[in-house]
């Protein structure tokens, strides 16, 4: 994947040791197979069978063992030198709802990168659903991160596909303020965004060898040298928003300089999904407001995968509720629920 410009990223529970992790990056000839890792960890109180935490009355109930995640990556880049990136996922309903903005003040010094949020919709086993899901949308995950945060966190400044799907917002952190990398209320930081798409979006920062990503930066300058103009104001802007370079420095210092991106995924209802995916196939646009929304949402997907026996690009929702009926009657008897202690 690497190979091909893409960045993997495993997701996970969390729940395994650090001799796991170990065995996973360190080959038989006691070297490390990669260089740089990423891994999603999915922490929240509707899970059930965490080694320790069972039936976990709280999201604080699960603070240790997403301090304990972190740490895992922690002792092994000191030993090793490992880089890694970690992401944080958790899934919001009306019962945990009211614990997020408690949660974001929590784990956000904890180390990790990325701290993700998913609305529940009603896809997969009806059996899972006790309450109504309905009642937790985007807009109310945001405004709980924000209270958790206690300041503004711009998502409008780089967008992906349509906002009632995903909310976006990057920027880094020194200490405990936030800065985003785009003001949206900035027309000079709007201009010199798409600049940046138009000139360098093509450009993997990323995984790309230093000297290899030098000769493609000076390539790019060469074609358009105002870039670097645009790029100093730019940085200047920045700067001057997240403090000056004084708290940049303290903030080095302390190990609290770092990036952070905060997300909202909001996936569909699967009774929405069906008669909209099946009005997409035939080309028709439905007279009803719900699925007409649903039609346009999923023509917006940044979501999409290739379906194996067509290579179709489908999104993720109608995938999981139109798509995957089947497997999911076949998982369902191969992989039964059951109560755990």
Request: some cysteine; hydrophobic content about 45%.
């Amino acid at each position: 994947m690497r190979d091909h410009g893409r960045s993997p990223m495993s997701m996970t529970h969390g729940d395994f040791d650090p001799d796991y992790l170990r065995d996973l990056v360190i080959g038989p000839n006691g070297t490390l197979r990669f260089d740089r890792i990423s891994f999603a960890a999915h922490v929240d109180s509707l899970m059930r069978g965490r080694r320790g935490a069972v039936r976990p009355r709280s999201e604080a109930e699960l603070h240790p063992f997403r301090q304990q995640f972190v740490q895992m990556f922690r002792d092994l880049r000191a030993a090793t030198g490992l880089r890694y990136y970690l992401a944080h996922n958790m899934t919001v309903t009306p019962a945990n709802l009211g614990q997020v903005a408690e949660t974001v003040r929590a784990v956000v010094p904890m180390g990790f990168s990325m701290l993700s949020f998913q609305p529940a919709a009603h896809v997969g086993d009806e059996r899972r659903w006790k309450e109504s899901y309905t009642a937790v949308d985007a807009d109310a995950v945001w405004a709980a991160l924000e209270e958790g945060m206690g300041q503004r966190i711009a998502h409008e400044g780089i967008e992906f596909g349509d906002p009632r799907c995903n909310r976006l917002a990057f920027g880094f952190l020194a200490g405990d303020r936030w800065t985003a990398f785009v003001d949206p209320d900035s027309a000079a930081d709007r201009a010199a965004r798409e600049r940046f798409f138009a000139h360098w979006g093509g450009l993997a920062f990323s995984g790309t060898a230093p000297l290899m990503l030098l000769a493609k930066i000076a390539r790019v300058l060469r074609h358009h040298p105002g870039d670097a103009v645009v790029a100093a104001r730019w940085s200047a802007r920045l700067l001057r928003r997240a403090g000056g370079l004084r708290s940049l420095v303290r903030a080095a210092r302390a190990g609290t300089l770092g990036l952070m991106t905060f997300e909202v995924h909001s996936f569909m209802d699967a009774a929405d999904v069906g008669p909209a995916w099946e009005l997409m196939q035939q080309g028709v646009e439905s007279d009803d407001p719900r699925i007409r929304a649903t039609q346009e949402r999923l023509a917006a997907c940044t979501y999409s995968m290739a379906h194996p026996e067509t290579g179709q690009l489908v999104p993720a929702c109608a995938q999981h509720s139109v798509l995957d009926v089947t497997e999911n009657a076949q998982l369902r008897r191969l992989l039964p629920l059951t109560v755990v202690g």
